[in-house]
Antibody, heavy 121, light 107 residues
Framework: EVQLVESGGGLVKPGGSLRLSCAASGFTFSSYSMNWVRQAPGKGLEWVSSISSSSSYIYYADSVKGRFTISRDNAKNSLYLQMNSLRAEDTAVYYC??????????????WGQGTLVTVSS | DIQMTQSPSSLSASVGDRVTITCRASQSISSYLNWYQQKPGKAPKLLIYAASSLQSGVPSRFSGSGSGTDFTLTISSLQPEDFATYYCQQSYSTPRTFGQGTRLEIK
């Protein structure tokens, strides 16, 4: 069974840093691209960042570029998101999510349960 | 960036109704369009990919259509478990943007 379990969320002051982790199991982690997707309270989904299976390709939303860093450790079956210079508008549930290609289209087929990040003084 | 616009933003319907949700892209995305369902407090679930292909395990009352810039998600006969928020997402280019969501409520 595919499982994605996020951790590392919490309350942080504006300007602070936080590192999110996602532990993957039930599939060959090193074969899949992975993502972070967030959802502000009561709002819609926002794709944040993605990383290819070997970390060769990394992409960020403009809203986090230069502040967030995605990384992975395939030996540990883990995905990370280092978040620096946090702002109130970064407050959200952060989901770890797996990419899959179906009929040449990239989809997100598995999501974690999410971890809440709250940026507030 | 490609903007995705869903309509309506919210919708009230009854069990057994046929419901259609629309998603429009700001430029052509061919068939690189996916639909997700999200229930309160839960992670999203993939329903439809490549505009019209049903994800494994998803009931056949869900269907998708469209290409280019205009897409629709149709639920042929609403069931109680279908009341949720629905999102479209384009995977034509990065950033892979989502629509703002359509909240489907019980009338």
């Amino acid at each position: 069974e595919v499982q994605l379990v996020e951790s590392g969320g919490g309350l942080v002051k504006p300007g602070g840093s936080l590192r999110l982790s996602c532990a993957a199991s039930g599939f060959t982690f090193s074969s899949y691209s992975m993502n972070w997707v967030r959802q502000a309270p009561g709002k819609g989904l926002e794709w944040v960042s993605s990383i290819s299976s070997s970390s060769s390709y990394i992409y960020y939303a403009d809203s986090v570029k230069g502040r967030f860093t995605i990384s992975r450790d395939n030996a540990k079956n883990s995905l990370y998101l280092q978040m620096n210079s946090l702002r109130a508008e970064d407050t959200a549930v952060y989901y770890c999510a797996r990419d899959l290609i179906l009929r040449e289209v990239v989809v997100i087929d598995y999501w974690g349960q999410g971890t809440l990040v709250t940026v507030s003084s | 960036d490609i903007q995705m616009t869903q309509s309506p933003s919210s919708l009230s319907a009854s069990v057994g109704d046929r419901v259609t949700i629309t998603c429009r892209a700001s430029q052509s995305i061919s068939s690189y369009l996916n639909w997700y369902q999200q229930k309160p407090g839960k992670a999203p679930k993939l329903l439809i990919y490549a505009a019209s292909s049903l994800q494994s395990g998803v009931p056949s009352r869900f269907s998708g259509s469209g290409s280019g810039t205009d897409f629709t998600l149709t639920i042929s006969s609403l069931q109680p478990e279908d009341f949720a928020t629905y999102y479209c997402q384009q995977s034509y280019s990065t950033p892979r943007t989502f629509g703002q969501g359509t909240r489907l409520e019980i009338k």
